[in-house]
């Protein structure tokens, strides 16, 4: 099966005698995936595959290249560069070693559904396994829409490609290179499939703004009233898990774009953590273990084909890629109407942060632009435990253009709407990490629902000592005693003491965007009590 010639890879300047396999299906590429070896099936259906010594991002080795477009566009603070000329020696040698390779998986997709937004992408890889996630995780064109397809960005995954840190300008035999100019990304040495999927999020964070449309780290679903709600977070935080919600319509678990007229889901599929999850406090996500065309990476599965969602040992940060179709209740269109609630959430690694609390337009914006959490364990290399950490806009990573781009747009959209914002902690409580224990998700639902059918705006609120924002004394269905974290202490001069920390680092974290936001955003700030 080859491409038409106005499609062919050819005309890419990709030369191989490598069969090609284009746009096959899941199950095609299960089948392929399992006569190469490259994982196991199975008892209850999914692809088990391991990734290797590279379980997470890789995010010191990416690099966008600084030319012409993108010298005065991105966020040189933020991104690492690589020389056009680096550049180039790296591509010569990915199409060098195209060459030699007896199979390459190919698949036309899109980035983002919603049509006059979405970008093409064509992706290869030597893997089977590879080219599955990636049609699972993006927008998977109809036959139509095949028919006259053209690319106008191109992925190259090679794990058996190493990169030469002297020849190529990178850091070592791992890379990850954007060249925005000449619409190709180049990863090499890492099997860690969550770098494609990523790389079209920061084309996405990089073309959109300039379109009016803000790109966001974050899940979205649609409630029984027709209204959306957002849920911005960085992994581990609970955007996948809260946004499962049977009761409410899913249009995505993490990347979307909000534009006048909707808010739509960059992918078609999900990439949940696996880690110890629980069948009951997370029902949809836990049947996707058991299904045919889920690819589970790092996941413990013995002899007999029993996978252990509770081991380890192979990684912290197990992830299951599944097609939204898995969950039950999903958007058709995976998209809805512009939010009408913005969840910021945050796993406080402190125990400081109260479960919920709502914030004004300007606190939103401030809250955005810090971006508090912790990293969880295995989300990053080198990562062990949680550690307290800011990524502004909630995905630093994953911002190409200064986060006062992000931010003034966020602004500009809540402003057109009647949206409220709310923080929300789903980390730790009575204590902080090693102290205290993780937030109830029983809790965290309760108070989200009431925020989302508005019941909530009707409680009785107290301003925040620290922070300044609106807490609520008292949830039907939640005890009491969470909602003043303070009180869940037991050495109240050690919380005391904790907050006081906690504001400074806000404070010094939001020294460099003070200057890119008005008077009313930097009163927003917390003031130690």
């Not at 380890?312 to 009408?340: D, F, K, Q, V």
Request: charged fraction near 20%; aromatic fraction near 8%.
């Amino acid at each position: 099966m080859t491409f038409p010639l106005s499609r062919s890879l050819s005309a890419q300047g990709i030369e191989t005698s490598a069969s090609i396999h284009p746009n096959l299906t899941s199950a095609e590429l299960t089948e392929a995936a399992l006569a190469r070896g490259e994982g196991r099936k199975a008892k209850h259906g999914p692809l088990v595959v391991e990734t290797g010594k590279h379980t997470g991002r890789s995010a010191k080795d990416k690099f966008i290249v600084r030319d012409a477009e993108t010298e005065d566009t991105v966020w040189w603070d933020n991104n690492a560069s690589m020389t056009p000329e680096h550049f180039a020696a790296l591509k010569a040698d990915f199409l060098d070693a195209l060459k030699d390779k007896a199979d390459l998986f190919v698949a036309d997709l899109f980035g983002g559904s919603q049509p006059e937004y979405r970008v093409n992408v064509r992706v290869i890889n030597e893997l089977a396994w590879h080219n599955q996630f990636i049609r699972t995780l993006l927008v998977r064109p109809t036959e139509a829409e095949l028919a006259d397809y053209a690319p106008e960005y191109t992925i190259i995954d090679l794990p058996t490609f190493h990169a030469d840190p002297a020849r190529h300008g990178c850091r070592s035999e791992t890379v990850i290179a954007v060249n925005l100019s000449e619409k190709l990304i180049l990863i090499g040495g890492t099997k860690y499939a969550g770098e494609m999927k990523k790389s079209v999020f920061g084309i996405l964070n990089y073309l959109l703004p300039a379109k009016g449309v803000m790109p966001m780290h974050c899940s979205a679903n649609v409630g029984s009233d027709g209204k959306s709600a957002v849920f911005f977070g960085l992994s581990g935080t609970g955007k996948t898990t809260l946004s499962a919600d049977a009761s409410r319509t899913l249009i995505g678990d993490d990347e979307h774009g909000w534009s006048d007229t909707a808010v739509f889901n960059f992918e078609g599929g999900c990439y949940a953590k696996m880690i110890r999850l629980n069948p009951e406090a997370e029902p949809e996500i836990h049947a996707t273990t058991r299904m045919e065309g889920t690819v589970l990476e790092n996941v413990v599965m013995d002899e007999d084909g029993i996978i252990d969602l509770d081991d380890n040992s192979l990684a912290e940060n197990t992830r299951g890629a599944y097609p939204l179709s898995s969950i039950p209740n999903t958007s058709a269109e995976n998209m809805g109407p512009p939010p009408s609630n913005v969840i910021m959430l945050t796993a406080d690694a402190f125990g400081v942060l109260p479960p919920i609390a709502r914030l004004t337009p300007d606190q939103a914006m401030y809250h955005f632009l810090s971006g508090y959490t912790a990293k969880v364990a295995g989300t990053e290399i080198g990562v062990t435990e949680p550690e307290a950490t800011f990524s502004t806009c909630f995905g630093a990573p994953f911002m190409p253009r200064h986060p006062s781009v992000y931010g003034n747009l966020l602004k500009e959209r809540i402003a057109k709407g009647e949206v409220h914002c709310w923080l929300v902690n789903t980390g730790w409580t009575g204590g902080k990490y090693g102290v205290g224990n993780r937030m109830p998700i029983k809790a965290t639902r309760a108070l989200l629902n009431a925020a989302l059918d508005g019941s909530l705006n009707d409680a009785e609120f107290r301003r925040d000592p620290n922070f300044g924002f609106e807490v609520p004394v008292s949830v039907a269905g939640v005890d009491s005693g969470i909602l003043d974290p303070r009180s869940t202490w037991a050495d109240k001069d050690e919380f005391d003491r904790t907050s006081r920390k906690l504001v400074q680092l806000f404070v010094n974290n939001f020294e460099p965007f003070a200057a890119h936001v008005d008077q009313g955003v930097r009163d927003a700030a917390p003031i130690a009590a």
